[in-house]
């Protein structure tokens, strides 16, 4: 069985800081890895994930994660975030042999100018 | 090429009633998902079909919802005898294939039910 922990609900930051928004999976086996951001009333939009190779992906909109397997985190961050990057990140897991995603609770970005 | 259609994007149903939720995939895929998004809470996966067949149905509740996509016209999620813990925004994903190494699931915008 998979499991997905975003460890912060909400995330306040002001507009040019940097952010990260944590992640942390468990599971048996080897999976795949993905951040979506749901703006309000929204579909989910992949932002990017990481299959294999190297650890650091690069998404959409300035934003990449990196995979640490020793730690079993999926982090994502933006080095300046903008007012347009509120909204709701998720991030999820799936296996190899595709099928579901599992995910995290979600964590709501709020960018403040 | 349209993106995932799901319709109503709003639905309002009275306890006891049945609701029935439309999904069409992009053109060109046959694996569908559903999700079920209650207030606060991330996505839950309810089923997972391909074109006539269920794949995985382990985040079904085991009464009054069930599932269908049909070899024509959308998937159709039905949840009969409506309560008010139903209540929530329902999402549907397609994808080509079963693997998300070369592909993604793309999501539709959502249906919101509501139910009184």
């Known amino acids: 069985a998979q499991s997905v922990t975003q460890l912060d609900s909400q995330v306040p930051v002001f507009e040019e800081a940097p952010v990260e928004l944590r992640c942390n999976y468990s599971s048996s086996v080897s999976v795949y890895l993905f951040w979506y951001v749901q703006y309000p009333n929204q579909g989910l939009q992949l932002l990017l994930k990481?299959?294999?190779?190297?650890?650091l992906v690069k998404g959409i909109n300035g934003f990449e994660a990196e995979f640490n397997k020793s730690q079993t985190s999926f982090h994502l961050r933006k080095p300046s975030v903008h007012i347009s990057d509120t909204a709701e990140y998720f991030c999820a897991v799936s296996g190899h042999q595709g099928g579901k995603l599992i995910f995290g609770q979600g964590t709501e970005l709020s960018v403040k100018p | 090429n349209a993106g995932v259609m799901q319709n109503p994007r709003h639905l309002v149903r009275r306890r006891g009633q049945e609701a029935r939720l439309r999904c069409s995939p992009m053109k060109g895929h046959s694996h569908v998902y559903w999700y079920r998004q209650l207030p606060e809470e991330g996505l839950k996966f309810m089923v997972y079909?391909?074109?006539?067949?269920?794949?995985?149905e382990s985040g079904m509740p085991k009464e009054r919802f069930s599932a269908e996509f049909p070899k024509e016209g959308p998937s159709i999620l039905r949840i009969q005898q409506v309560v008010r813990g139903d209540s929530a925004a329902y999402f549907c994903a397609s994808s080509p294939n079963t693997g998300f190494a070369n592909t993604e699931a793309f999501f539709g915008q959502g249906t919101r039910l509501t139910v009184v």
């Open positions: 079909l391909q074109k006539e067949n269920i794949i995985d």
């Open positions: 990481y299959l294999s190779g190297s650890t």
